[in-house]
Each structure stands twice: as structure tokens, then as C-alpha cells.
T-cell receptor, first 115, second 109 residues
Framework: GAGVSQSPSNKVTEKGKDVELRCDPI?????LYWYRQSLGQGLEFLIY????????KSGLPSDRFSAERTGGSVSTLTIQRTQQEDSAVYLC?????????????FGPGTRLTVL | GQSLEQPSEVTAVEGAIVQINCTYQ??????LSWYQQHDGGAPTFLSY????GLEETGRFSSFLSRSDSYGYLLLQELQMKDSASYFC??????????FGKGTMLLVSP
């Protein structure tokens, strides 16, 4: 079946602009996660959704970052007034309910470049 | 908070065995996972240990010792395609994962 998809695959924006990144999780997956990965670095957790609610948004680096999920499916990560340090690959992952291994299935990511 | 330590780089030759270690400090622990990421690709799940001991999946095995806050990923019969970054990750609360910075494995002929 279809995996996690993200759009756009690449986004170049100017400092100060707002951007929206989209994630379509695997159908039936109730959990959805956003991560950020800078060049050569590990994955930095941003936010976790269970259904449409976000019980853990502790990783959002500032109030310029927000995310929502609607219909228990699609999620949008919004970065307002982008800064150069926001440049990174933004990865989305989803996982099905009741999986003991908590396996997360990742999308291909959106590469954000802030000029 | 949570922190994980793993070597930044490991090199090996085709056919060899390599072990990638991971030590962690966590406020809550529910399991240790391993993910593989090829350059420019998405991370993919390799293995999970919820209890102490060894889990084997084909050429890959993973080990956990909760008393030592330590685990490792063992890759056998290395192939060129195994060249990638390998991340250990700890599950804390809310099913969220905290990832290590990753170990780049370079396999040479």
C-alpha cells in the first residue's frame, strides 16, 4: 500500500516568509510525528499527534512553529517568519495503533532552505 | 530528559561483522529501537528491544541490557548496500522516540 507522503519535497523560501509543510500518513495510522533533521545530524522530535490531538508538542523550538492534524489524517506543519536556522529536512512519520514495537514509518521528507 | 550516545562513524569491509553501540540516559524507558537511513533517504525501522536480550532479524541483530542502559546493533556478512547511517532511539512517554545523532557505517570492498 501507499507509504507516508510529504509535500513539497523541496521548498526554498526567503527569510521572514511563512511556509506550510504537509504530511499524509499511512491510512489507519493513528499516531503521527514530526521531526527535523539538520545536515549530518540526528532526528529532532518536534510534535506528536494521537488522532487530532497533540499530547506532546514539547519539541517545537519556538512559537513560530505550529502544527495541526485534521480528520485523524493529514497534518500540516507551519513555520512563520522563517529564519535561516530553520533550514533542515522536515520528516513526518506515522504508526498504527497497538503496535508493541512502536515502529514508525517515515515519509521522504521536505527539504526546507531559507535564504 | 533523554540522551543517547553512539559512535559517529564506523568502517568495515564487505563480509565482516560490525557492532554499533548505544548508551542512553532517560527519565523513562520503554524500549530501544534501531533505524537505518541511506543518504538522502527516509529512516527505516530495523529492530526493537523491549526486554533484555538479543533479537535477530536476518543479518541484523540487536541487544539490550536495561541494567547497563546499553544496547547494540550487530550487522553480519556486511554488504556494500549496508553503507548508511544507523540511529538508536529510545521510547519515552507518549510513544515518542528520542534519537541518537547516528552512526555512519562505511563498508568498503
Amino acid at each position: 500500500g501507499a507509504g507516508v507522503s510529504q509535500s513539497p519535497s523541496n521548498k526554498v523560501t526567503e527569510k521572514g516568509k511563512d511556509v506550510e509543510l504537509r504530511c499524509d500518513p499511512i491510512s489507519g495510522h493513528t499516531a503521527l510525528y514530526w521531526y527535523r533533521q539538520s545536515l549530518g545530524q540526528g532526528l529532532e522530535f518536534l510534535i506528536y499527534f494521537q488522532g487530532n490531538s497533540a499530547p506532546d508538542k514539547s519539541g517545537l523550538p519556538s512559537d513560530r512553529f505550529s502544527a495541526e492534524r485534521t480528520g485523524g489524517s493529514v497534518s500540516t506543519l507551519t513555520i512563520q517568519r522563517t529564519q535561516q536556522e530553520d533550514s533542515a529536512v522536515y520528516l513526518c512519520a506515522s504508526s498504527p495503533p497497538g503496535l508493541s514495537t512502536d515502529t514508525q514509518y517515515f515519509g521522504p521528507g521536505t527539504r526546507l532552505t531559507v535564504l | 530528559g533523554q540522551s543517547l550516545e553512539q559512535p559517529s562513524e564506523v568502517t568495515a569491509v564487505e563480509g565482516a561483522i560490525v557492532q554499533i553501540n548505544c548508551t542512553y540516559q532517560t527519565s523513562g524507558f520503554y524500549g530501544l529501537s534501531w533505524y537505518q537511513q541511506h543518504d538522502g533517504g527516509a529512516p527505516t525501522f530495523l529492530s526493537y528491544n523491549g526486554l533484555d536480550g538479543l533479537e535477530e532479524t536476518g543479518r541484523f541483530s540487536s541487544f539490550l541490557s536495561r541494567s547497563d542502559s546499553y544496547g547494540y546493533l550487530l550487522l553480519q556478512e556486511l554488504q556494500m548496500k549496508d553503507s548508511a547511517s544507523y540511529f538508536c532511539a529510545v521510547k519515552g512517554g507518549y510513544s515518542t522516540l528520542t534519537f541518537g545523532k547516528g552512526t555512519m557505517l562505511l563498508v568498503s570492498p
